[in-house]
């Protein structure tokens, strides 16, 4: 089995700084792509970052320039610094995780693994 656990959540004044970290245990192969949504109530989860084993990064417009994704291949983790915090940023960030594991001694499966959810607050 897979976990994934983020973690780094909180409260912050608009304009200020978060970085949350997200971190997958268990019986992998390897990861795939690491990425970062949100969401908030009533509302449809939203893709704010990713990042391919390659290397390769995306991210929305509207955190462009002020998130930046990172990864740590070696811990399985993944981070995303959050600068200049907008109230528009509030909302639970979930870590997503496509991960490779063995099902049989020759096949490989992959699929997706979501973490709990981090609640992210931009207030004055």
């Known amino acids: 089995q897979v976990q994934v656990v983020e973690s780094g959540g909180g409260l912050v004044q608009p304009g200020g700084s978060l970085r949350l970290s997200c971190t997958a245990s268990?019986?992998?192969?390897?990861?795939?792509?690491m990425g970062w949504y949100r969401q908030n109530p009533g509302k449809e989860r939203e893709l704010v970052a990713a990042?391919?084993?390659?290397?390769?990064?995306n991210y929305r417009d509207s955190v462009k320039g002020r998130f930046t994704i990172s990864r740590d291949n070696n811990k399985n983790t993944a981070y995303l610094q959050m600068n200049g915090l907008k109230p528009e940023d509030t909302a639970v960030y979930y870590c997503?995780?496509?991960?490779?594991?063995?099902?049989?001694?020759?096949?490989?499966?992959?699929?997706?693994?979501w973490g709990q959810g981090t609640q992210v607050t931009v207030s004055s």
């Open positions: 997503n995780a496509v991960v490779r594991t063995w099902a049989t001694q020759l096949k490989l499966v992959s699929r997706d693994y």
């Open positions: 990042s391919t084993s390659s290397g390769t990064s």
């Open positions: 268990g019986n992998i192969a390897s990861i795939d792509a």
